[in-house]
């Protein structure tokens, strides 16, 4: 069956451009989280949805990032302003259950690598 | 994250040789998970343990919580070049609406 799929997989952007990212979760996923990879390092949350509503968003480095989940399915996170330090991959994850939940288990997408030039 | 830190940074093993990665949290687990990744790829799920002084296996892989749900281990029975990866720990903490993941552990096995 189809996984969590994430578009798009590369993009190089200038400093200063606004960039969106989609994520496409598993259908039917309750749960869906946002992190950012730096080169060499693990995943730092960014932000974790339950169904639309963002229940968390402690890991948004700064305001110029923003994430939205209206629908409860396809979530995007928006960089407005990108700085080169925002260059990483970002990853999205979904999961059937919630945060919690002792059945709980992400799923990852591919991830998008972002270079801001 | 600094809530867990993952020890080896890298390893490099002669095919065949067991080995063992540790992840310790500075907080309570409420689950503590394991995936692997490879190089421009997503993260790929092992496996999840909640109870402390639970053991699991896959292949020849296991992983075990200990009691005080603090620290876990990743061991790694006559590893194959397959095994080669970047092995990450990550948790849900007790009271925090977040996932937590360690610096992972970058493994090279050599034929």
């Known amino acids: 069956g189809a996984g969590v799929s994430q578009s798009p997989r590369y993009k190089v952007a200038k400093r200063g451009q606004d960039v969106a990212l989609r994520c496409d979760p598993i259908?039917?996923?309750?749960?869906l989280f946002w992190y950012q990879q730096a080169l060499g390092q693990g995943p730092e949350f960014l932000t974790y949805?339950?169904?639309?509503?963002?229940?968390?968003k402690s890991g948004l480095p700064s305001d110029r990032f923003f994430a939205e989940r209206p629908e409860g399915s396809v979530s995007t996170l928006k960089i407005q302003r990108t700085q080169q330090e925002d260059s990483a991959v970002y990853l999205c994850?979904?999961?059937?259950?919630?945060?919690?939940?002792?059945?709980?288990?992400?799923?990852f997408g591919p991830g998008t690598r972002l270079t801001v030039t | 994250s600094q809530e867990l830190e993952q020890s080896p940074q890298s390893l490099i093993v002669q095919e065949g040789k067991n080995l063992t990665i540790n992840c310790t949290s500075s907080?309570?687990?409420?689950?503590l998970y394991w995936y692997k990744q490879k190089y421009g790829e997503g993260l790929i799920f092992l496996m999840m343990?909640?109870?402390?002084?639970e053991e699991k296996s896959h292949e020849k892989i296991t992983a075990k919580l200990d009691e005080k749900k603090q620290q876990s281990s990743l061991h790694i029975t006559a590893s194959q070049p397959s095994h080669a990866g970047i092995y990450l720990c990550?948790?849900?903490?007790?009271?925090?609406?977040?996932?937590?993941f360690g610096s992972g552990t970058k493994l090279n096995v050599k034929p």
């Open positions: 994850a979904s999961s059937l259950a919630v945060l919690g939940a002792t059945s709980y288990e992400q799923y």
């Open positions: 259908s039917g996923h309750v749960s």
């Open positions: 949805f339950q169904n639309e509503a963002q229940l968390d």
């Open positions: 907080k309570t687990l409420y689950g």
């Open positions: 343990l909640q109870k402390g002084g």
């Open positions: 990550g948790a849900h903490l007790w009271g925090f609406n977040k996932f937590y």
